[in-house]
């Protein structure tokens, strides 16, 4: 009997079971799949509760406050007292210290995870740039 070389777990079920697990199907909860490298993250983000609700973009005209945790986080403060938090896709050099950042709209309406800040420096010169992530919601406790 000759076996069909497609029976079973093929390497084509096996490839999309792990795009699944790296692009966050296999998460258990929001927030957890994040590493947090600051004391002053944990402790400002142990406020909070996550929601399970991310957003891929936010509206910049809601935008009231957004507070640079460490060189990898960023606290968003929304007009309504609605709270996210971003994980950048990477560390970003020089973002706590300088404590300033600057990007470009998509649409002049919109920041989103595909966006890219750059840390501004006290001369404004340009440092690093860092891609932004999801948008993840948060809750006060």
């Not at 600051?38 to 936010?58: F, H, P, Q, W």
């Not at 910049?60 to 968003?76: N, P």
């Not at 050099?93 to 989103?112: A, H, I, N, V």
Request: charge should be positive; proline fraction near 1%; include cysteine.
């Amino acid at each position: 009997m000759k076996r069909n070389k497609y029976t079973g777990l093929g390497p084509i079920f096996m490839w999309l079971v792990l795009m699944w697990l790296v692009l966050g199907g296999g998460v258990a909860g929001a927030g957890d799949e994040y590493e947090l490298h600051s004391d002053r993250a944990r402790e400002v983000l142990s406020k909070y509760n996550y929601t399970g609700e991310a957003k891929l973009c936010l509206r910049s005209q809601r935008i009231k406050y957004v507070d640079i945790l460490d060189d990898w986080t960023l606290l968003i403060e929304m007009a309504g007292k609605d709270y996210y938090v971003n994980h950048l896709t990477h560390r970003c050099p020089g973002l706590k210290l300088e404590d300033r950042f600057s990007y470009t709209l998509r649409g002049l309406t919109q920041l989103c995870n595909t966006d890219v800040i750059t840390v501004l420096h006290t001369d404004f010169i340009k440092g690093a740039s860092c891609g932004l992530g999801k948008f993840e919601k948060l809750q006060e406790k």
